[in-house]
């Protein structure tokens, strides 16, 4: 967003169209991530992000600006989906725990047990564009589909959005502990694929 | 207070702490080294065993690699029924 924020408010309190349709086009993802981590269904996700934004427009006027713009949109956004989640029945449990195959490591009765065995230790993927084609990020993307949401939710927010800890613990009423383990386990499950898909 | 004796942290119990780590638990611990959730010697023994053990440093570097992709992966968004139900919303509200 290459447009400071005091005047982006004033932009969108004047009408301008262009302003919305980008903020709308660049936070909504995000948006859309943290409120299908509250909700059951993409279509209740994409409800509540678009409940949020017509709150937003709704407030835009009495908006103080003490908070950033996004960081209000957010709360409203988080303010939104805890309603509809509350609505719905419980959230589905992950119980899920991928890692990395115990049997890439020596066994007990090894002089080093625990450690990478010779022929199944990791090696380095080789130059960093490569790992960067298309092929690649087509690949994490299909499989962010795939995880269970609340670590969907986690490692897109941190690592796709850039949302820090923190943040993400608020949006996605996590502790600290919690938001860590869920990440640990979606980055150990792409990093996974990667190293198959490259293998 | 650790000593300049104290046995967790000289080089050699640090070496050795490192060399006692295993690849499966420290694959498991990756994510609080790299939030900074762990102590600061437990930091330094994963530090140690990653100088030591290409096999982990290789992992490490892949994580990073993973990481690095996922800030380009595309990106779910909202359908074109809700973006345009917004831009009227957006229109009807008009200036100010
Ligand atoms: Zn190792």
């Not at chain 1, 589909?145 to 800890?165: I, K, S, T, W, Y």
């Not at chain 1, 996590?174 to 490259?198: D, S, Y």
């Amino acid at each position: 967003m290459p447009v400071a924020d005091p005047d982006l408010v004033e932009r969108l309190r004047g009408g301008d169209e262009q302003a919305f349709a980008e903020v709308v086009r660049l936070w909504s993802p995000a948006m859309l991530r943290v409120a299908r981590a509250h909700v059951r269904t993409h279509a209740s996700a994409e409800e509540v992000v678009q409940d949020a934004w017509l709150a937003v427009l709704r407030g835009l006027d009495g908006f103080a600006a003490r908070a950033s713009l996004k960081t209000w949109i957010f709360t409203v956004l988080v303010n939104t989906a805890r309603r509809r989640g509350r609505a719905e029945a419980g959230r589905v449990l992950e119980l899920e725990r991928p890692g990395v195959d115990p049997r890439r490591f020596r066994g007990d009765d090894d002089e080093y047990p625990g450690h990478w065995r010779d022929e199944a230790a990791p090696v380095e993927w080789g130059p960093e564009p490569e790992v960067l084609a298309a092929e690649f990020r087509g690949l994490l993307g299909r499989a962010l589909a795939e995880l269970p949401d609340r670590q969907r939710a986690v490692v897109e927010l941190r690592d796709v959005h850039g949302f820090d800890a923190e943040e993400v613990c608020t949006l996605l009423d996590l502790t600290p502990a919690n938001q860590r383990v869920l990440l640990h386990r979606a980055r150990t499950r792409l990093r996974g694929l990667l190293e198959e898909a490259i293998a | 207070m650790s000593g300049p004796r104290d046995p967790g942290t000289t080089p050699d119990a640090l070496h050795d702490a490192a060399v006692r780590l295993a690849c499966a638990e420290l694959v498991e611990i990756l994510t609080d080294y790299l939030e900074g959730a762990l102590p600061a010697h437990d930091a330094a023994v994963i530090e140690a065993h990653l100088a030591l053990c290409p096999g982990c440093a290789a992992y490490l570097a892949q994580m990073r690699a993973t990481i690095r992709v996922l800030g380009h992966v595309p990106v779910e968004t909202l359908s074109p029924e809700a973006t345009s139900t917004l831009l009227a919303a957006f229109r009807e509200r008009g200036p100010g």
